[in-house]
């Protein structure tokens, strides 16, 4: 087996990943499935600053992964939402009584660096399990 199938510890879901909540249909951003964490990892993107509400959305989306998709084996969904812009005291607002694993992030226009990318994913990673500990 190569090292780099050996490294791959995401596995991709989908995109505009379908949820049923109701008599409604959402739909996610992205959605994969994190190998090692055992946990599906829900990324939704928003093209302007962050804003208290979109939380609210990221959550919902999980509750509904967690009671619908998940199975019984595995872990909680985490979601990471990666927006245009942060003022850091509204996102920790935000946070400070959210009991669901989340990331907030910002992101830049222009594609990044792959190795840079991974690298981010692994610390995310590492932070989960100190987090479990």
Excluded at 50 to 60: A, D, I, R
């Amino acid at each position: 087996m190569s090292s780099r199938t050996e490294n791959c510890s995401f596995t991709y879901m989908g995109s505009e990943y379908r949820l049923q909540v109701g008599n409604k249909d959402y739909y996610s951003d992205l959605l994969f499935y994190h190998r090692d964490l055992q946990c599906m990892v829900l990324f939704e993107l928003k093209i302007k600053e962050f804003q208290p509400e979109f939380l609210g959305k990221l959550n919902f989306y999980l509750e509904a992964l967690d009671r619908y998709v998940k199975r019984s084996h595995e872990n909680p969904s985490i979601g990471i939402l990666l927006s245009k812009g942060t003022d850091v005291e509204v996102v920790e607002y935000a946070l400070s009584r959210n009991v669901s694993p989340a990331l907030i992030a910002d992101y830049e226009t222009k594609l990044i660096d792959k190795k840079l990318l991974a690298n981010k994913l692994h610390e995310l990673t590492e932070q989960f399990y100190r987090n479990e500990e």
